[in-house]
T-cell receptor, first 120, second 114 residues
Framework: AQKITQTQPGMFVQEKEAVTLDCTYD???????LFWYKQPSSGEMIFLIY??????QNATEGRYSLNFQKARKSANLVISASQLGDSAMYFC?????????????????FGQGTILTVHP | SQTIHQWPATLVQPVGSPLSLECTVE??????LYWYRQAAGRGLQLLFY??????ISSEVPQNLSASRPQDRQFILSSKKLLLSDSGFYLC?????????????FGPGTRLTVL
């Protein structure tokens, strides 16, 4: 089963409008982290926002907010007041605890991404 | 501040040729390092990770190998490239392992195998 599912291959939004990018996840671990990254056409992955599984409040970072619904296992990204520069691929990712030679590390698992296009 | 470099930025190689991609991190010590591959229009697949010098773990069996000769240097290699090795390769680092620690990515190398 897919650990991270992004069901929207592409989304369109008008400049200055808000848009929601969907992300659902699958884990049996009670401790996990959820991340959103933006990938412009240049290819670099830019970290946007994260949500911890035990966080009581939804994460916010400027125009980005994460609509975290733990029971539904969803972590949707909301971008308010879209700008032309928001046009990019957006990835949802999850981090679960793992062990590497006795050192804990969290492996990031990425969804397939959503291409967002902002129209003027 | 910390920066991560990758080179080359783009590479076109014939099938069967060797490969060496380099990643270096500045401004931090003993980072965890990662190599990812991204096929066109797809998500990222973790290839290798390293928690210290000489410590390499592979996530998927493949035609590639990785090495960490220095604390802040991570190298991705192949002795003989396959067509299926084409893709966008991203190196990433993090301060330390932790569920809530984000990874920081380099600019990537776009590899085309002909």
């Amino acid at each position: 089963a897919q650990k991270i599912t992004q069901t929207q291959p592409g989304m369109f939004v008008q400049e200055k409008e808000a848009v929601t990018l969907d992300c659902t996840y699958d884990t049996s671990d009670p401790s996990y982290g959820l991340f959103w990254y933006k990938q412009p056409s240049s290819g670099e992955m830019i970290f946007l926002i994260y949500q911890g599984s035990y966080d009581q409040q939804n994460a916010t970072e400027g125009r980005y907010s994460l609509n975290f619904q733990k029971a539904r296992k969803s972590a949707n990204l909301v971008i308010s007041a879209s700008q032309l520069g928001d046009s990019a691929m957006y990835f949802c990712a999850m981090r679960e605890a793992s062990n590497a030679g006795g050192t804990s590390y969290g492996k990031l698992t990425f969804g397939q991404g959503t291409i967002l296009t902002v129209h003027p | 501040s910390q920066t991560i470099h990758q080179w080359p930025a783009t590479l076109v190689q014939p099938v069967g040729s060797p490969l060496s991609l380099e990643c270096t991190v500045e401004g931090t010590s003993n980072p965890n390092l990662y190599w990812y591959r991204q096929a066109a229009g797809r998500g990222l697949q973790l290839l290798f990770y390293s928690v210290g010098i000489g410590q390499i773990s592979s996530e998927v069996p493949q035609n590639l190998s990785a090495s960490r000769p220095q604390d802040r240097q991570f190298i991705l290699s192949s002795k003989k490239l396959l067509l299926s090795d084409s893709g966008f390769y991203l190196c990433a680092w993090e301060w330390e392992a932790g569920l809530y620690n984000e990874q920081f990515f380099g600019p990537g190398t776009r590899l085309t195998v002909l």
